[in-house]
């Protein structure tokens, strides 16, 4: 596609219950980020992928949070039993080589009630 | 780990006015970005800075990377409504066959016209 897609763009989760957010990287991009951004916070690293390999989860918070990228395009972020301290912005970008082809989607606002 | 710091948190200017913002931080880059964030949306890149006392300009906009690879700013001349936004410096550490960015907290710049 066109740009990155991020679904869904809201969720409500209750504390306790898990998620699924799925990130759709531009075609053709073979690396994949996912950033953690919290209210009036810049974003925060979590996790790369190179293709399906993950070569860098060292800004996962904790061992609830799991990223997933099975044949190199779509990535899942998957969070269980969530905490209201997941409360954020997730945003996933991708790049096909280097900073300048580093796009970002328009992220998916989770709020843990 | 690695802060980059900005301030103030908002700034508010007159529409045509010019606006200077910085970010320091705590460590070495060896590229500085410059990114825009509107509501809603992921962060979008303005201006790479690839070596010590490199300026640069993209249109309105004007970026330098300090010698000290510690500090930058960021430059907008005759400011337009359309430049509010959240701005973010981040310095860029190489991961794998990409890079990840560290972000600073961001500045709010909102323009009366």
């Known amino acids: 596609g066109a740009g990155v897609s991020q679904s869904p763009r809201y969720k409500v989760a209750k504390r306790g219950q898990d998620v699924a957010l799925r990130c759709d990287p531009i075609s053709g991009h073979v690396s994949l980020f996912w950033y953690q951004q919290a209210l009036g916070q810049g974003p925060e690293f979590l996790t790369y992928?190179?293709?399906?390999?993950?070569?860098?989860k060292s800004g996962l918070p904790s061992d609830r949070f799991f990223a997933e990228r099975p044949e190199g395009s779509v990535s899942t972020l998957k969070i269980q039993r969530t905490q209201q301290e997941d409360s954020a912005v997730y945003l996933c970008?991708?790049?096909?080589?280097?900073?300048?082809?580093?796009?970002f989607g328009s992220g998916t606002r989770l709020t843990v009630v | 780990g690695q802060q980059l710091n900005q301030s103030p948190q908002s700034m508010f200017i007159q529409e045509g006015e010019d606006v200077s913002m910085n970010c320091t931080s705590s460590s070495i880059f060896n590229t500085w970005l410059w990114y825009k964030q509107d509501p809603g949306e992921g962060p979008v890149l303005l201006i790479a800075?690839?070596?010590?006392?490199e300026l640069t300009s993209n249109g309105r906009l004007t970026a330098q990377f300090g010698i000290t690879r510690k500090d930058s700013f960021l430059n907008i001349s005759a400011s337009i409504p359309s430049d509010v936004g959240i701005y973010f410096c981040?310095?860029?550490?190489?991961?794998?066959?990409?890079?990840?960015?560290?972000f600073g907290k961001g500045i709010t710049l909102s323009v009366r016209p």
């Open positions: 992928f190179q293709n399906e390999a993950q070569l860098d």
């Open positions: 970008a991708s790049s096909l080589r280097g900073v300048y082809g580093y796009t």
């Open positions: 800075l690839y070596k010590a006392g």
């Open positions: 981040a310095g860029l550490t190489p991961t794998g066959a990409n890079s990840k960015l560290t």
